[in-house]
């Protein structure tokens, strides 16, 4: 029997993967929310699936999303990555991802947290710290944005991040569990929710 997915889902096998196991599943990790805040902001005006088939060629552009050493990209790094055919070459959004890096290494770290919070507990505070479950039957139910994602785009805008509206930061919560905005009949619906419980 055909498993039933999300009616967002397409045909293309990246896509199957991405929704059956990584969407909506639980993120902790700091360099991986960054990276995954990072992607959803490329994504503005595209599709997502577009941004999915570029994400090897982001991590290998973007030394794996490591704030640090981004924050240290310099005009001629810039216009090295505007010639990478792998990435979206967008000076704007290229730009993006350095000013992201610079915000996050001046107020987060992950040495001794003397620069301020930990990054993951800042984002996670914007749903209490656990995973906000809805009961969505239908794509159309499901909003483009909460006043969590508002809250979210508000507090990074004001540590220096971009590309980070309200809308981007609800894609973000979905995409890494903050949210399950899976369709109730969906075979992962259930499976997120234990996965919650568990983490």
């Known amino acids: 029997m055909d498993k039933?997915?999300?009616?967002?889902?397409?045909?293309?096998?990246?896509?199957l993967d991405y929704h059956d196991y990584v969407w909506g599943r639980p993120v902790y990790?700091?360099?991986?929310?960054?990276?995954?805040?990072?992607?959803?902001?490329?994504?503005?005006?595209?599709?997502?699936?577009?941004?999915?088939?570029?994400?090897?060629?982001?991590?290998?552009?973007?030394?794996?999303?490591?704030?640090?050493?981004?924050?240290?990209?310099?005009?001629?790094?810039?216009?090295?990555?505007?010639?990478?055919?792998?990435?979206?070459?967008?000076?704007?959004?290229?730009?993006?991802?350095?000013?992201?890096?610079?915000?996050y290494m001046a107020n987060f770290s992950d040495t001794k947290g003397e620069q301020g919070n930990d990054f993951s507990e800042f984002l996670w505070s914007f749903v209490g710290g656990s995973p906000i479950v809805n009961h969505f039957e239908a794509m159309e139910e499901i909003p483009v944005q909460t006043p969590e994602s508002v809250a979210m785009s508000k507090a990074l805008k004001k540590m220096g991040f971009n590309f980070v509206g309200p809308t981007i930061c609800y894609a973000f919560m979905q995409a890494v569990g903050m949210v399950n905005d899976h369709a109730t009949y969906c075979f992962c619906y259930d499976k997120c929710n234990k996965e919650e419980i568990s983490s």
């Open 4 to 15: 039933k997915r999300c009616g967002w889902v397409g045909d293309d096998q990246i896509y």
């Open 29 to 103: 990790d700091n360099q991986e929310l960054f990276a995954k805040l990072c992607l959803d902001g490329q994504q503005a005006g595209l599709s997502w699936i577009t941004i999915l088939k570029k994400q090897k060629t982001y991590e290998a552009a973007f030394a794996n999303f490591d704030p640090a050493v981004i924050a240290k990209f310099d005009d001629a790094k810039v216009a090295e990555l505007l010639q990478d055919k792998g990435i979206v070459r967008n000076r704007l959004k290229v730009n993006s991802i350095i000013k992201n890096a610079r915000g």
